[in-house]
């Protein structure tokens, strides 16, 4: 499931570090469309500057959690079954998958998908409005890649991809529900113990 989640994350190749502005909070299912069986089932829930990416088993039990903070570029894993969590100062993947940001201007996201596109050599172009499982989105075509053009749709209210296909798959959000979302769920829980680094084997020199 955590390879689930880091494909997932994937997605985060780059980083938007802007004020969310009006975006409203959410949560919703993310659905794999290039998957023939969605094995595994996948929320998010986003409030201002922070994600989070919850892996769920068939029975509904979460059993893998990231949080991402779109401000400082970080992120968290959190293992509930051993009550651990890991920290992370890079909560991307570099050069995979199509973004995941909340845009200032849904109206004109090209100037800021440039900013955290890979040295700013991506390119973007606003395709226009579409209706997306009800919804009113901006469809942009960006190429994150030389050659590779991706299409991406911005929520109008929600200021937040709803669909994407990427080189590494293509998915979109269901079941959208805003409403707030309480500040625990992107905050390491009582309890949890940060997971110890891993120790080196690397032999002490000998003593003279």
Known sequence: MFRLIARI?????????????????FSA????????????HTKIFSTKEKLRFQGEDKSGRTNSIMIVNLATRTSIV??????????????????????????????DACGEYQKI???GKGKCRKVGHENVNGRDTVKYEVSPEK???????????????VKWQSSVGKGELRNIREEGQPAELFAIPPGYTKKPSAISSKPKPAQP
């Open 9 to 25: 994350v994937a997605l985060l190749s780059s980083l938007c570090a802007c004020a969310a502005n009006a975006q409203a909070d």
């Open 29 to 40: 299912d993310i659905v794999n469309l290039s998957a023939a069986s969605n094995t595994f």
């Open 78 to 107: 959190l293992m509930p079954q051993q009550h651990q969590y890991v920290e992370n100062k890079q909560a991307q993947i570099p050069g995979q998958g199509v973004t995941f940001f909340q845009a200032k201007n849904v109206e």
């Open 117 to 119: 596109s890979q040295a």
């Open 147 to 161: 050659g590779n053009t991706e299409p991406i749709w911005i929520d109008v209210k929600l200021q937040f991809p």
